[in-house]
C-alpha cells in the first residue's frame, strides 16, 4: 500500500473520463519512476510513462485507443507497452485486429 498525494491538472481538450483514466493508470503502475507526461499537448509522448533510476524508459502507457503504430512505437522504447480505456474496447479490440505490435 502506498500513499499518494496527487494534483492532476485538467487539459482543456481533456475529458473528465480520460482524466480520470489517467489518474487510474498512474495508480495501477505506480512505482519508482512512474510520471505523467505532457499526455494530451504532446503527440509524441504517451500519459504516462516509467523510467528508470538512469532515464531510460521502461514503460510506455497509453490512455483512450491508441493506434497499432503507436503502441508498436512504445513498446519499441519501453520494452513494456499497456493500455487504459475510459471508451467501449470492443471498438478498439476491432481495429487491432490484425495488427503487429
Do not use: N
Not at 496527487?6 to 487510474?24: I, K
Not at 503502475?29 to 510520471?35: R, S
Not at 500519459?47 to 531510460?56: C, E, Q, Y
Not at 514503460?59 to 471508451?87: C, F, M, N, S
Amino acid at each position: 500500500y502506498e500513499t499518494l498525494d496527487l494534483r492532476v491538472a485538467r487539459h482543456p481538450s481533456e475529458s473528465a473520463e480520460y482524466m480520470l483514466a489517467r489518474v487510474l493508470a498512474y495508480c495501477l503502475e505506480y512505482q519508482d519512476g512512474v510520471a505523467f507526461t505532457e499526455g494530451v499537448s504532446s503527440g509524441d509522448e504517451p500519459a504516462v510513462v516509467v523510467r528508470d533510476l538512469t532515464g531510460r524508459l521502461t514503460a510506455w502507457i497509453e490512455i483512450g485507443l491508441p493506434t497499432a503504430e503507436r503502441l508498436h512505437r512504445g513498446h519499441k522504447l519501453a520494452g513494456r507497452a499497456a493500455v487504459y480505456t475510459h471508451r467501449d474496447v470492443r471498438q478498439w479490440l476491432t481495429q487491432m485486429r490484425g495488427a503487429r505490435i
